[in-house]
């Protein structure tokens, strides 16, 4: 897996490294270089990242003021060249403390403490909401009040029972980041909420009034997966 | 054959931490004549902006651009420098009149001019190297 990141860091030097151990990992896909914390901010306010490398102490807002005002959490890892942040960071959870400078070995072993508390996210997570990107910000749904999500190109629609959200994105990507459980995809254009179906006739379900096409490569994992008595 | 290169490998000067520059460089030393280049660059320009602070009494600036700089000297090899520099902030972030850190204050630019002298020689020789590699 490949994980999006940010560096947020003051010190072009210390960045520079960073960047260079990211390419050289192949697994961390660095998005952006902030050199301070107010900045990095207004990018995440609009884009979702799996990991942010931190500095603590900066021009303007700390890195902790920064993880005070995130809306979701990312993993983090803490750059800093003073040790007595250690217990801050243990309290804000944060994956990883790197002391500047660090090697390259140093910096593999926190990818792979990444790698394990993403393992550990993904078996305890409840799943029960997802971020999307809409309207300029990032919108919390709750997996729940998703009816369904229809494809339009290179964007897509969730529709939920009381607004519609039209975000950039494919029902192909889409299909691997929803919950596997609760969502299916029935048709290229297509993934809905199985808990949400009304009823299904032939070839077609229904949902709230809408009539969703059930292609034939889609039918028989469809029916596997509803109860029927 | 020159000092510092056995069996064509760059042998960092026995004043740095030989040891941690080989792990952090792993054998680039062009990037490391560049971060040695950008590094000598930014600390006397911060430095310069440190002694505008001391004559504003500005201790809190003074321990901020001291902390900035600090981690330089580490990605330089000189680990120790890098400590001297922290004890600094130590005593910045203790005191409030500047007048109460003034003699750290010069003992530590004097440490600092020092460690600037060897950094430079060294890039000097690293320019050398990547020259003749080149």
Do not use: W
Request: proline share 1%; glycine share 4%; aromatic share 10%.
């Amino acid at each position: 897996m490949k994980y999006s990141s940010i560096i947020v860091e003051d010190l072009q030097a210390a960045a520079d490294f960073l960047v260079k151990f990211c390419e050289k990992s192949g697994i961390i896909n660095v998005q952006a270089h902030f050199l301070n914390a107010e900045d990095a901010l207004v990018y995440l306010s609009e884009n979702l990242v799996d990991l942010i490398f931190l500095d603590v102490e900066m021009p303007g807002a700390s890195g902790f003021d920064l993880m005070d005002q995130l809306v979701y959490t990312p993993q983090v890892i803490l750059t800093t060249s003073k040790t007595e942040y250690a217990y801050d960071a243990f309290q804000y959870n944060v994956t990883d403390y790197l002391k500047k400078p660090f090697t390259y070995q140093r910096f593999l072993e926190s990818i792979q403490k990444v790698e394990k508390k993403k393992a550990e996210d993904d078996s305890t997570a409840e799943n029960d909401h997802i971020f999307i990107k809409a309207d300029g910000k990032l919108v919390r749904l709750q997996n729940d009040d998703i009816l369904y999500i229809e494809s339009m190109g290179d964007y897509v629609k969730f529709i939920t029972a009381d607004k519609k959200y039209i975000t950039h994105n494919t029902i192909k990507n889409l299909e691997t980041k929803v919950d596997g459980l609760r969502f299916m995809k029935v048709h290229r254009s297509y993934i809905v909420n199985l808990s949400r179906i009304d009823d299904i006739q032939e070839n077609m379900l229904y949902i709230k009034g809408a009539v969703i096409p059930i292609s034939k490569a889609h039918k028989s994992r469809v029916m596997q997966k509803i109860n029927v008595i | 054959m020159y000092e510092e290169e056995k069996d064509n490998h760059y042998v960092f000067s026995e004043h740095f931490d030989r040891q941690f520059l080989e792990e952090l460089y792993a054998g680039d030393t062009e990037s490391a004549a560049e971060v040695f280049q950008a590094s000598l660059v930014q600390i006397v320009e911060e430095m310069k902006l440190a002694d505008e602070k001391v004559a504003e009494g500005d201790i809190a600036g003074v321990r901020k651009i001291y902390h900035k700089i600090k981690p330089l000297f580490g990605y330089m090899g000189l680990l120790s420098v890098q400590d001297f520099v922290q004890h600094f902030e130590d005593q910045c972030r203790d005191s409030v009149l500047m007048s109460d850190v003034q003699i750290a204050y010069d003992n530590i630019k004097e440490i600092i001019r020092g460690a600037l002298s060897l950094a430079r020689e060294e890039q000097l020789k690293l320019n050398e190297y990547n020259n003749r590699r080149a």
